[in-house]
């Protein structure tokens, strides 16, 4: 069990860090335009794991009222000016996520990027972007960086691909949620009440 | 190519007298609860094939401006007393569709059952049913006529499984979905500005 | 009831019609195509209620025994050189689906595109294609051809947006199930075997 | 940002002491259950939140090279006597889930709850359990403690709902991933070849 307790102490230690490194501004402004949204639609969209935080997250935003959707669930309506689009891509290079995003500014809707790389594509489509800091698939923290460590002889992280900003994400949207209650007013018990009834 | 076009004619043919076969009474009261709904919230339900029909179902009625979610979806809300839940299986007994109508109903939503089998586990527990033909995993219609069948010498239908089922539910369906527009005075239009622009 | 009867009429004539005016030569290749894909993967990719149909596909593959994938779901796998891309697509032209499409050209993967438009953008990336028939959401067939008929006093067609290519796809692909099954030598009870006991 | 700031070190300090009150014999009989199932199915099940860290703990498995299915998914094959059924649940009494290893028991399958309840209606129909510390739905931890606790002063947990649980559960998973990556002698190299190459 060596290797499990290594690695739980590698994946707390990378949140605690990536929380206290965040920028407050990119996560002020972000939780203003939430709240601006709360009369607009917002579509949240990820593939693979960063898609499934992407899920947990919308799924409090149901909770706490939002009209908001994952892309290519089956209920998913038109997107439309003014919109807000939440893209979670930790190397900000995955293609649907970027068809998606650009699809979203075409049609006029303010596109939010999270993810580890502010100069990646998706960074430089968004129009707004929180760096939540990880090692993504694209290396640790990048390819020449991880290659640079290896040669000073710094350890390999554990965790492979994109598991410490998946992470490190979770604990962010969470912590976010838990804002986001308080800015509206909004118990457990509201939150609870929009909760799925049946499964 | 002599399978695929059996298979084609049977499936036709079979979609065909499904229709024709539909008690009306059953569907006038179907549409009766849907334009009753107009106000309350439709959950779907239906497991493999029958809930990929499902789910074309329910982004046709988000197209038509009901609030509607299949169940499992991410963003799924609370059910409440006064919803509606429409649960398809063909034979009426998947275990998951079940255990999802039972929680409905204890919720107080009327349940609807989509099936091949009235006298089923789903059609009991439900307050309406559709028949719709179909020769489900059961059998043709039952295992029993299929025996019985084979014995006199008849052909044994072609495609496997529920595939019978699920291809006349999609063509019903799409068909009540044409009925509900003019109903309730959409145009295709309409149904497009809330189709999604993201996909 | 009347449109429910007059579309429920126009969809079967027009799944009649779609596959009475199907490519043999084009889907004898695909036939193929699938058969030579026993031993690598196939992955499948469609948005929306395209996305259900191919979905529905998807599983009855899985049935007869193919490493079958739908895109986006969980424990998709890397594609590889050689490996089969189907995407279904009634315009060709849905975002999500080309990007996946041109991935998977890059990686060297074999794409098959089933649209109506063959001259569409996902038809001209794909390397073989099975035409179907269907008024998509581009027009009747086309939108120049649905004035023009419009013009000459035709009728407009009943079934909103995409419907007329779903129904028309559902019941080519699960002809070519029964198809593929004869030319596998698989028994329904042989798909049963494969069939999800849990749901 | 208080409240953002407060919830992040609740969480954090959440998962560390969910780590160190693990029962460690829990966690290797499990890494033992995973391990035998290398030539076995393994089927994972969750609703909501907890069937996204479901999902990205599927993933993983999928990238170590297992057999693995997340419940209701397009291509999820029979279960089998023998097979393993991985079912996430804080509160244990998920309705959907308990139908699920219900079902699977039946058939001869092994049910591992990841639970925060042990003695709940899923921990008393599962093979192997492994409690994983979490106010869940029904409390903090339980619903009669938190009112003890609030009588007695302390302060009311911020994050909302199942969250703990579902933190708690995503870090102990990855930790999990890193073992099993040991004792297979998988590199990330290995990992990645699997993942997706089209998204």
Known sequence: MKWFEAAAEEIIAGIKSSIEELNIKEVERLIDLLLEAKEKKIFIVGMGRSGFVARAFALRLMNLGFSVYFLGETITPAAEKGDLLIAI????????????????????????????????????????????????????PREEDYLARQIVGEREPLTPLGSVFENNC??????????????????????????????
């Open 170 to 199: 979770m604990v962010f949207l969470d912590s976010l949620v838990v804002e986001l209650m308080h800015r509206l007013g909004r118990t457990e018990e509201d939150l609870k009440r929009r909760h799925a009834t049946i499964e």
């Open 89 to 140: 891509s930790g190397t900000g290079s995955t293609k649907m996520v970027l068809t998606a995003s650009t699809a979203a500014k075409e049609i006029g809707a303010t596109v939010i990027a999270i993810t580890s790389f502010p100069e990646s594509q998706l960074g430089q489509a968004a129009d707004h972007i929180i760096t939540i800091k990880g090692r993504t698939k694209m290396g640790w």
